[in-house]
């Protein structure tokens, strides 16, 4: 278990250094076409956005309105998904609303006279209004000049094609939508389209192409004139991260696009806006003063809650919470609970820095455990002696002698609690938001209030919290939508919750944490555990402190609560359950798999792939398969959805253990819908854990 | 293709966060807990930078240059260990250090408000609290051309956290040339020194940076002008007793 395995966590990579130092931006960037991803402007280029971009665009023209969001997974593979309002094509020409998801893979690489080459699917899942696939290359001529084409299926082979290579197009079997439309991909009539790009200035690109898209729905509902195949348009950037697109579109309409980029790798804020850490102290020779290094100390019952008391005042100040010490001569273990640093490095290497101020020079050993929801997650072993010679390395050396163990592992003797740790009670009064997009009637609505929340510890791991709502203004309530699910809804009458749960009580549960054998996790929770839902949770998790994968299992019989959200329950009750397993792929990149029983009890899985940057961005994406019918599930076929999570302390710079975490479901409906109680295990524990610990190890010395 | 879809119950948190700006007008959240008031006071802060920026700027009156022997002989007063004054070129803000900890020849001086610059030898090694801090250096043999008024050239390697927080080391090769002497006095001292100015190239990019040091000859580094890092550039550092 010793650090050396893993110590190569890509620490060196000296290329990553140009972002670093100076970011070099090639003359002619790449710039999102009316779909979002890199583009020239209805057709495709075979440009990449760099890897861990996000973008987000709005396009309007007659003929549509846009709003994209893409993401690059990796080097070569970027991703979309799509809200859109198409007018005037759907049943007696009301406006098609529709999501859609895209993918790009860059195949090639620029490269000498090869230009790159990309392939790419546009609205692969879902109704198909876009549905399109094509193959398109690009090719540098000068530094401020790049050229594109490419061949394209589907919505980009209705006009002006040329032939049907791979066979007929089979008409779209839409059902639900949802599902891949594989028999399609490719098939049917293909057309060229081209067009060209041009940096008339760093901060100004200029666009022309040849649309193969022929706009034969909107042209018919007559939204707008398709007059010509080429169109123009420029893109001006303000900054770095905001730029606006102006477009002449097929010889009769003019479209407008804004654009903002996101870089997960460039805070707004400089990072580590926060009080120095205290330097390390470190212990005169041996030889200077024996005196000092004498053990008779520990004879003296004063010294144990002299120390602890002295370093629970220290750590306090720097916002952790020294729950328990064990100390014995050469020895010393801290249970600590961290309450400010995102990353559990730069806590941990704080303890170590207060702890050669506080402890007699015979403590050799440090043992720093994490706590989490009151469980001893991880211990970190470090040498006071390495911390004394490493203070002023990389912060490798200091990886590559520290020891991650699972406390139950430890000696677990002698530990004294801090006196006044527990009970403990933490309370707040905030105000929160709710806001309901992708409601055709009025796309957004949103309603804004106050929510006092309550946490209440009578032990460590013992836990009653709760939150109650009061809306003070919002127009939640005026949606007239009824759910269209044909099943009993155990989702889909979200509406009602919002109308009639005012005030509410958002949950109220009394939840127990515990670690039954070494690498074993528990939860028992019971109460209202979330807004629609009552009833009493069970999980387990199997997770090595160094290991990579975990496995866990959860079961839960709940009663659906009623609208009013107070104590009352609806006649609905489920047992539902999952087991999971969660791997750690590296790299940044985590899956997970739940298999088990859902809310109304229909029986699937939940895949989930996410995309975690060192510094605690995380985007995601995951798709839930039940045995729920299409026609059952109703529109869309299955649950799918993407999620994004944002660390507060990125945004301003200041250390917070806060992220704020938004989860975009095209559909909200009742198949494969899962519980969403509070404190899951894996998250609760992963971030102490090694894996985590050693990506994040940069800030130890933080 | 109509149909609702809300934010699932996660959301909530994120939705708070949306809400804020707005309830930072009639609410500024309250409490112990802080994981649930941060994101107001966020909002609130939000708020008051925008108003502040939008609202006619308020005549400052003429901005006071602080006299640095008098900050130096205030320092002296109230702080008796250790000193020194030090300036970031960017920030503009001269402040006196005080000696807060010693491992070896690894100094840390801390400012009022707890921020840091670590010296080796009066060679910049690290700073803390100030953002996009300098993790560590490694100064290696251009440390003892600087502190015997040597030339020559040497290696050197900086360390930052780049935009992930993984920590980069920054490799350089640097020259180390003399310059003429120079004697001054400072906070009741008298120094004579000569002028070393380090120049130095990373050895992976095109950035080179420069560093000048006036050094007695007992290789006491009196006052000195070094980079801190890409974000920081040069902090100006005058000791005020050693």
Not at chain 1, 587 to 596: P, R, S, T
Not at chain 2, 36 to 44: D, F, N, P
Not at chain 2, 146 to 160: E, K, P, S, V, W
Not at chain 2, 203 to 214: G, H, I, K, Q
């Amino acid at each position: 278990m010793r650090g050396q395995k893993i110590a190569g966590i890509g620490l060196t990579t000296v290329a990553a250094l140009g972002a670093l130092v100076a970011y070099a931006e090639p003359t002619l960037a790449p710039s999102p076409g009316t779909f979002g991803l890199p583009g020239l402007i209805d057709m495709p280029t075979a440009e990449s956005n760099p890897e861990g971009i996000i973008t987000a665009s709005v396009f309007r023209f007659p003929g549509a309105l846009r709003i994209t969001a893409t993401f690059q997974v990796t080097d070569r593979l970027g991703g979309a998904f799509r809200y859109s309002r198409v007018p005037g094509i759907f049943t007696n020409g009301t406006a098609l609303y529709d999501r859609s998801f895209d993918v790009q893979y860059r195949v090639l690489d620029e490269k000498g006279w090869r230009p790159a080459l990309a392939i790419g699917l546009r609205d692969f899942i879902g109704t198909g209004v876009y549905s399109g696939e094509y193959v398109v290359a690009s090719k540098t001529i000068t530094p401020r000049l790049r050229a594109t084409a490419g061949l394209g299926w589907g919505r980009l082979g209705s006009h002006g094609d040329i032939a049907s290579p791979f066979g007929s197009r089979p008409v779209l079997d839409i059902g639900e939508g949802g599902k891949a439309n594989t028999d399609q991909f490719f098939r049917g009539p293909v057309s060229p389209f081209f067009g060209l790009a041009w940096a008339a200035t760093d901060k100004l690109t200029l666009k022309a192409e040849y649309s193969s898209d022929a706009y034969d729905r909107e042209t018919t509902a007559g939204t707008f004139s398709r007059d010509s195949s080429v169109n123009l348009g420029f893109e001006y950037r303000f900054n770095k991260s905001a730029s606006l697109t102006g477009y002449y579109l097929y010889g009769s309409e003019v479209g407008l696009q804004f654009n903002l980029t996101v870089d997960p790798r460039r805070a707004p804020a400089p990072s580590g806006l926060e009080s120095a850490p205290l330097p390390v102290r470190p212990r005169p020779a041996p030889s200077a003063d024996p005196a000092a290094w004498a053990t008779d100390w520990t004879a003296d019952p004063e010294v144990h809650p002299g120390v602890q008391s002295a370093l629970a005042k220290a750590l306090a100040k720097d916002g952790q919470v020294l729950e328990s010490m064990a100390l014995s001569a050469t020895r010393v273990e801290v249970r600590i609970r961290n309450q400010k640093y995102l990353s559990q490095p730069q806590a941990v290497g704080r303890v170590a820095r207060a702890l050669t101020r506080a402890l007699p020079p015979s403590v050799e050993t440090f043992v720093i455990t994490s706590m989490a929801s009151g469980m001893p997650t991880s211990s970190v072993t470090l040498r006071r002696s390495d911390i004394e010679r490493l203070e002023s390395e990389g912060s490798v050396e200091i990886l590559r002698t520290a020891e991650f163990t699972d406390p139950l592992t430890g000696p677990n003797t002698g530990l004294v609690p801090t006196p006044g740790t527990y009970p403990r009670f933490v309370w707040s009064l905030s105000p929160y938001g709710e806001a309901s997009v992708f409601d055709p009637d009025d796309p957004v609505r949103a309603d804004f209030g106050v929510q006092l929340a309550g946490r209440y510890e009578f032990a460590p791991g013992l836990i009653l919290s709760g939150s109650l709502r009061k809306k003070i203004v919002g127009n939640l309530d005026e949606s007239t939508r009824v759910s269209d699910s044909t099943v009993y809804h155990v989702r889909s009458d979200l509406v009602e919750y919002q109308k009639q749960g005012d005030p509410g009580i958002h949950d109220l549960t009394l939840a127990w944490y515990a670690r039954p054998a070494p690498n074993l996790y528990s939860r028992v929770s019971v109460g209202l555990l979330e807004r629609m839902y009552g009833g009493v949770s069970g999980e387990v998790l199997w997770k090595p402190v160094d290991g990579r994968l975990a496995l866990g299992a959860e079961v839960n019989y709940v009663k659906q609560r009623d609208f009013d959200t107070l104590f009352s329950f609806r006649d609905y009750d489920v047992a539902t359950g999952h087991v999971s397993a969660y791997y750690d792929f590296g790299k940044g990149f985590l899956g997970q798999v739940d298999v088990g029983r859902y809310l109304l009890g229909d029986w699937g899985a939940t895949f989930t792939l996410d995309r975690e940057f060192a510094n605690g961005w995380k985007v995601g994406a995951y798709a839930t398969f039940t045995d729920l019918s299409e026609a059952d599930f109703g529109e869309g076929s299955f649950d799918k959805g993407v999620r994004l999570t944002i660390p507060v302390s990125w945004t301003t710079g200041k250390p917070s253990v806060n992220k704020v975490t938004t989860v975009i479901k095209p559909l909200n409906r009742d198949g494969g819908a899962r519980l969403d109680v509070d404190g899951r295990l894996y998250e609760t524990v992963r971030s102490t854990h090694q894996g985590d610990m050693q990506i994040q190890w940069g800030r130890f010395w933080r | 293709m109509t149909s609702q879809a809300a934010p699932a119950g996660r959301t909530l948190r994120r939705a708070a966060f949306v809400g804020a700006g707005l309830a930072a007008l009639f609410l500024a959240g309250c409490g112990t807990d802080t994981s649930k008031t941060e994101g107001t006071k966020i909002a609130v802060g939000v708020v008051k930078g925008m108003t502040a920026r939008l609202s006619p700027k308020r005549s400052a009156g003429p901005a006071t240059v602080p006299d640095p022997e008098k900050l130096a002989a205030s320092a002296m007063t109230s702080f008796k260990g250790p000193l020194i004054l030090a300036q970031i070129e960017k920030a503009g803000l001269l402040t006196a250090l005080g000696e807060t900890g010693r491992n070896g020849a690894v100094r840390t001086f801390a400012t009022p408000n707890e921020q840091t610059l670590v010296l080796r030898n009066g060679l910049l090694t690290a700073t803390r609290g100030l953002g996009d801090d300098l993790m560590s250096a490694k100064t290696g043999a251009a440390e003892g051309l600087i502190l015997r008024r040597q030339t020559g050239t040497a290696d050197r390697i900086y360390r930052y956290l780049d935009g992930e927080g993984i920590e980069r080391p920054l490799p350089m090769t640097c020259t180390v040339t003399t310059g003429p002497a120079k004697s001054f006095d400072f906070a009741g001292r008298h120094y004579d020194t000569k002028q070393v100015d380090e120049s130095c190239q990373a050895t992976s990019t095109a950035l080179t940076v420069s560093n000048s040091y006036w050094v007695t000859a007992d290789g006491t580094v009196a006052l000195s002008r070094q980079w801190i890092g890409p974000a920081l550039g040069h902090v100006t550092i005058q000791l005020v007793r050693p």
